[in-house]
């Protein structure tokens, strides 16, 4: 009885965070003008020097006491702040999260926001890399989700900035390592489209290219993804030569080649054992043109000698 009952209750609460996982916020964007008329609270200001002390507990503490009776002060982001920065370095991640969304969320004009925005870039970095939500000591839960929302937002909060480009670029990486590569091709072009002068262009360039390449299945299946890959190599070669070399960017090409040029043989075979042998005559020729000067234009020329003596005299 016990053992359906802890289940039975593990089910409720798995489907209520899933329900209320993201925090929600009423969107109020709240006018923090007045500040400039009045003094700070001084159980605000012990909160600050208190994370100044590194006794974050105690600044989340307060704040958090005194949020409850001051709900409608123009400090109120203060408390707020104390308490998402309080959380989060006492290792009370989602607690955090929490605070900092609704910080970003209602108070655009607080002099915490910028910092905030920083801060919850790290904390998204603690998320991705595989840190998990505790739930009544029962249900522990991944906040892979939560990590890639705050990354999406920060590029929604502050787009054209270098926290913006590093946000995306980070998605990305998190895309690609996961083998999501259609998603982490998508945010990479962001990046190459927007942001073209941040530091993170160069790996995005790079990023997109793997991303493409790693599509590919073999050379039954569709070899679209490998004509973007080899574009997107060609470029990363010009526009950054030397990181090319040491990246061995000219052996993903050869690679590349080599698996189109496969694919060209691939559909030769087809024709061969369908008993379609002019077409596979006419494929011979074409992949010699295409593959002037190559093994793969002498393989044809092979080939085509092979399926009809009387090629020879037609064949380079």
């Known amino acids: 009885m016990t053992k359906w009952l802890m289940i039975c209750l593990s089910i409720i609460i798995i489907t209520g965070v899933n329900g209320c996982s993201q925090p929600k916020t009423d969107q109020t964007i709240i006018d923090l003008s007045a500040q400039e008329k009045q003094p700070v609270p001084d159980e605000l200001v012990r909160a600050g020097q208190f994370l100044n002390e590194g006794k974050p507990g105690e600044a989340a503490r307060i704040s958090r006491k005194w949020e409850k009776k001051n709900k409608n002060s123009v ?10 920065r ?40 603690i998320f991705l890399g595989g840190w998990k939500r505790h739930v009544l000591g ?5 906040t892979r989700l939560e990590g890639i929302k705050i990354l999406e937002r920060t590029e929604q ?11 995306l670029l980070m998605q ?9 590569y259609i998603e982490a091709q998508q945010t990479c072009h962001i990046i190459i489209e927007n942001y073209p002068r941040c530091k993170e262009y160069q790996r995005a360039m790079y990023l997109v290219a793997e991303a493409s390449y790693a599509q590919f299945q073999g050379i039954l299946y569709d070899t679209g993804c490998l004509d973007e890959a080899l574009i997107r190599y060609e470029q990363y070669k010009l526009e950054f030569p030397k990181q090319a070399v040491d990246l061995q960017v ?40 295409r593959w002037s000067g190559t093994e793969w234009e002498n393989r044809a020329r ?15």
């Open 172 to 180: 990305a990486e998190h895309y690609y390592n996961r083998k999501m």
């Open 250 to 289: 000219d052996n993903r090409i050869d690679a590349i080649h080599a698996y189109q040029a496969l694919k060209d043989f691939e559909v030769v075979d087809f024709y061969i054992r369908t008993h379609k042998i002019e077409a596979a005559c006419h494929q011979l020729k074409a992949i010699q043109v």
């Open 75 to 84: 400090w109120i982001d203060h408390a707020i702040y104390y308490q998402a």
């Open 138 to 142: 029962l249900i522990i839960l991944p």
């Open 157 to 167: 909060r502050w787009p054209g900035s270098e926290l913006a480009s590093r946000a």
């Open 302 to 316: 092979t080939l085509l000698i092979e399926l009809n003596p009387e090629n020879e005299l037609n064949v380079k």
């Open 86 to 125: 309080g959380n989060f370095q006492t290792q009370k991640y989602y607690r955090s999260f929490k605070y900092y969304e609704k910080l970003l969320d209602q108070y655009v004009s607080s002099k915490f926001y910028e910092q905030s925005l920083f801060e919850e870039v790290d904390l998204a970095e």
